[in-house]
């Protein structure tokens, strides 16, 4: 854990005046049905970080990064144990809204899922409509464009933002995603896969994206691409689910320690591209 | 040397003489002269030998000739085709010209239906100054046609719909919406009861509001009864295609909205509904066009008036169905003919409706 505290310490100073969150899972274990997916996996994201969750297919990192904004529970024999804390507060305690929670912690998926019925400024604000919070017209404008600028697509679209959002290109698209999800003001940004179904400029764009949030947004990202975790990430964790075993963290700490000196062997086996 | 002496024949070689003037698509059909040429001749032998047949037996009728031509065109096509073409070609031929022949009974007894009401309703539908402006009131069934009209069928049919609209829609898109985004155990339940219901015979649904509103409620037959029966049929009709609307919104799409922290309402009215929007208007008008014609329950429940009645809650009020039912049943063939021109008047509204479902189902694009 000291390696985490000292990238904590390191970051702090990359974003002043921001509000940092922090999410930390605790002994979170989950199951479909009766089958046990993932073990007692306790994780640390601090502010202002990307985290990069790597491992096999199968091994649990959606299933993970799902419950860490609640989605996990709405499929319907899903269960899960322990905790998430939202800047030390449990976001499963009876008390909370979970509305609430899953706008604190957006979510961008694999597949690009603009919403068809709506424009691509519409698509910006739904956030807005979606959970009753009002807003004026000139109000709305700005959001639209501060959030296309932050997920960099403004550029290309501010002359048709009324045009449907299914009209752009799939990384267009997966940008429009990341603006929608941004409009709500999350303090956390998790990406399920978000390049695995975009073309290498595209994903290029995603990935200076994800640089440009970095300080104000404390982002999880779930990748196979070794290189892409490399590449965004500063913090990195290693899922893995071995033979008729649930998944968990073989392997978790700075980006650059567990590329280039990791301690476990099986780390070392599937960065090194031997199995996976 | 030798090297220098050949490269300029490579080169014409490697690239293809472009052929000046513009490229013209090539014919990419699979069909050769040969393949036309023996339907055609399958086609017109058959015809042929069947009328010789009949002239040398002297069979006769329209019907049996017809069939025959059909049996002994496809022996001779799959004669012909099996001269020069393995055995999958002569099944897939046959096979498709059995299809094809369905598909030309069906078209062909649609096309009969319509040209025979609008033939037989024609005298009375072309007197545009009053068969659409009048009433019957007052008209004796043999009266000429040049003497009312419809326009109490027609007002009162727009009525009914329209009550019946307003009941089903909640009624009717509710029940998909529940079926589909709420679900659990008994949704199951209710889209069985809903499948059911939509093969429920429609007499059924005059009977049910007979016995509930008239016998019960002691209402009297009315339009707003009607117009109730007609719910009970047209509801299940509904959420039926609407279910299927709403199906097929991509699941990704509910997840989208419910990870910006949307509550599951908020979801389905914000997302859900509008993604489905030319789909549960397409459903809505399936309904209308299936209760516009529906005749069963409202012998039932509606009592006929020759009058014009706009008040649902009072009075007997005519509707294009009964006007239909009870003019073509009467022996006046002026009366009869009205009855006509009213069934091509609903067969004109239930095709615009059709085609204003197409219209609202189609394929968006561009901006909106």
Redesign the interface.
Known sequence: MSTIDLLEDSLAHSAPGSSAVGIDAVDVSAWFGSNKVLERVNLSMPPRTVTALIGPSGCGKSTFLRIL?R?HE?IPSAKMAGEVRLNGEDIYAPTVRI??????I??V?Q?P?P?????IAENVT??L????TKASRAEKAEIVERCLQRGGLWNEVKD?L???GQ?LSGGQQQRL?IA??LA?NPDVLLMDEPCSALDPTSTRRVEETIAELAPDVTIVIVTHNMQQAARVSQQCAFFLAEQGTPGGIVESGTTKQVFDNPHDPRTSDYVSGRFG | MTVVNQSPDLAVMSSAPAAPGPDVPRSLSTRSFDDRASWLAAMVGALGIVWVAFQVTGWSGKLGFTLLWFAVYLALYAAVTATGNPRPVVVDRLVAAGVAGGAAVVGLALLSTITYTVQKGWPAFSHWSNFYTETAAGVRPTAPLDQGGILHAIAGTAIQVGIALVISLPLGLGTAVYITEVGGRAAKTVRTVVEAMTALPDVLAGLFTYATLILVVHLDRTGFVAAVALAVTMTPIVARSAEVALRVV?G??R?????????QA??VW??VL??A?AGLATSLILGIARISGETAPLLIVSGASTYQNLNPFAQPMNSLPLYIFSAVRSGQPNFIARGFGAATVLLALVTVLFALARYLARP?????
């Open positions: 904004n989605m709405s509305t609430h929670m899953r706008k604190r957006g979510m998926f597949k899922n919403f068809p019925a709506m424009s739904a956030g409509k979606l959970t009753g048709r009324d045009q449907p009209a995603c929608r999800s709500v | 991509p990704g799409l997840e989208a909205s419910l990870a910006l922290g949307a509550s908020s979801t914000r997302v509008p993604t929007r968006k694009r561009g901006n909106r």
